[in-house]
Each structure stands twice: as structure tokens, then as C-alpha cells.
């Protein structure tokens, strides 16, 4: 017989909740009966499927605002880290500003953000946390900036999972390969252009925001309670060692 993901009543909040896989995930989560909170830049003319609230996540100070008044407001169970940013440049010409910048965004916002709501998750004994991270920490073309925030991330995870292990909250990190989305579709190198992104996955086509979002939301439920510090692939195989990618 066929289980259902349990999920309903549950309190996620969701960083970069408006595009992609942010959007897939917050759809599905308040079809499954979650309170959905979500935080994007843009939010104008957004139908949003719960409580959302703008907020420039690269400025530091007006995501404390917003944090704080989404903790006054919602008991948030979980957080989805999923807000970052990717540019290519390649090595002798990144930009420090970019480098910075891109850690500023990826890995700073997942601290504040987590930080923020942590503790009441460890007053109630429960709580996931889920990073999202890529393919490109494995390498890829172009992509210093990016592969070093999100492999930043993965240290995150695993170190949060062993920070909040005892207290029965699971953190694991969630790596994407080439998913049909606007930000990876910008990020490809202009070098690639002749060979579609597809032509470099195993199995032949992009994933979609709701493969990663059916993912994540299984990390999220009740059957997922024993795994952490986990980092879980979606890549249509793109990962293997034979892979052309």
C-alpha cells in the first residue's frame, strides 16, 4: 500500500521561494498542507501559494528585519536554504567582488537564516534543515566562485548535523545537477554554447524543479527522521564517473 508523505501542519520556510526550484517546492509543500513562508526579492504580482515576504538577501541587515519578524509570527519547523547565486568566470579573471559576493549569498544568508530559528527547533525537539548545494562542487568550467560557495555549504551541513543531531533535528544538503531553470540556463559558459546542456547528462534531458522539489520534500517528512548530514545527488546521473559531463 502506498504511503503518504507526512507533512501536513508542518511550517516551512523557503529562501528564493518565488523561481525555479524554490517555487516548485513552496507549490508542492502547501498542496501537501504545509504553512508555507517563503522570502524572494521579487514578490510583485506573485501568487503565492502561503506568506511571503520580500526581502534582499544580499543585504544583510534587511534579512534580520524580515527573519525577525517571521519568528515572532510562525513556529517554522523547517528551512530550506535554496536562495544562491552562480556566475562563470573563468580562473584569471574572477572578480574578488564576485567571489565575495557569491559566499556572501550562498553561505552567509544559510547561516543567518538558520540561525535565526534554530533555537526554538531545539526547545521543541524537532526540525529539518535542508541546503541546497550542486553538481558543481564536484568541478566544473568556469565556476570558481560558485563551486567554493556551495562546497562551503556542504561543510555547513554536515557540521549542523552533527551540532543538532542530539535534538532530533536531521540537516542535510540537497545537490542538483542541470535543472531546467532561468539560473542555471544563464550560468552555462558561453564556451558550451554548441552542445546542448541536456547533451552532457547520462540520461539524455534536464531535470525539472519539481524532480529536486519531490526530493526535498521527502527530506523533509517524518519518514525521513533518520537521515543527516547527508549530500543527495539529482543529476540524472551527470555525478558518475563515466559521465561525459
Request: aromatic share 6%; glycine share 12%; proline share 4%.
Amino acid at each position: 500500500m502506498r504511503r503518504e508523505i507526512v507533512l501536513k501542519d508542518s511550517c516551512v520556510l523557503i529562501t528564493g521561494a518565488t523561481k525555479g526550484i524554490g517555487w516548485a517546492l513552496s507549490r508542492r509543500l502547501a498542496d501537501a498542507g504545509c504553512h508555507v513562508v517563503g522570502i524572494a526579492r521579487n514578490t510583485a504580482e506573485v501568487d503565492f501559494p502561503g506568506y511571503l515576504y520580500e526581502c534582499d538577501l544580499s543585504d544583510a541587515g534587511q534579512t534580520e528585519d524580515v527573519l525577525r519578524v517571521i519568528r515572532e509570527k510562525f513556529p517554522v519547523d523547517a528551512i530550506v536554504n535554496n536562495v544562491g547565486s552562480a556566475i562563470s568566470q573563468p580562473l584569471g579573471s574572477v572578480g574578488l567582488k564576485d567571489l565575495f559576493e557569491s559566499f556572501d549569498l550562498n553561505v552567509r544568508t544559510a547561516v543567518q537564516v538558520t540561525q535565526a530559528f534554530v533555537d526554538s527547533m531545539k526547545t521543541r525537539r524537532k526540525g529539518r534543515i535542508i541546503n541546497l548545494c550542486s553538481l558543481a562542487v564536484r568541478g566544473a568550467r568556469d565556476a570558481t566562485s560558485y563551486a567554493a560557495a556551495k562546497s562551503a555549504i556542504i561543510g555547513c551541513t554536515r557540521s549542523w548535523a552533527l551540532d543538532l543531531a542530539e535534538y532530533g533535528i536531521t540537516v542535510n544538503a540537497v545537490a542538483p545537477g542541470a535543472i531546467d531553470t532561468e539560473m542555471f540556463m544563464n550560468a552555462i559558459p558561453s564556451g558550451d554554447a554548441t552542445q546542448p546542456p541536456a547533451g552532457q547528462v547520462p540520461m539524455g534531458r534536464l531535470g525539472t524543479p519539481n524532480e529536486v522539489a519531490a526530493l526535498i520534500a521527502f527530506l523533509l517528512s517524518d519518514e525521513a527522521g533518520f537521515i543527516t548530514g547527508q549530500i543527495i545527488g539529482i543529476d540524472g546521473g551527470g555525478s558518475l564517473g563515466g559521465s561525459s559531463s
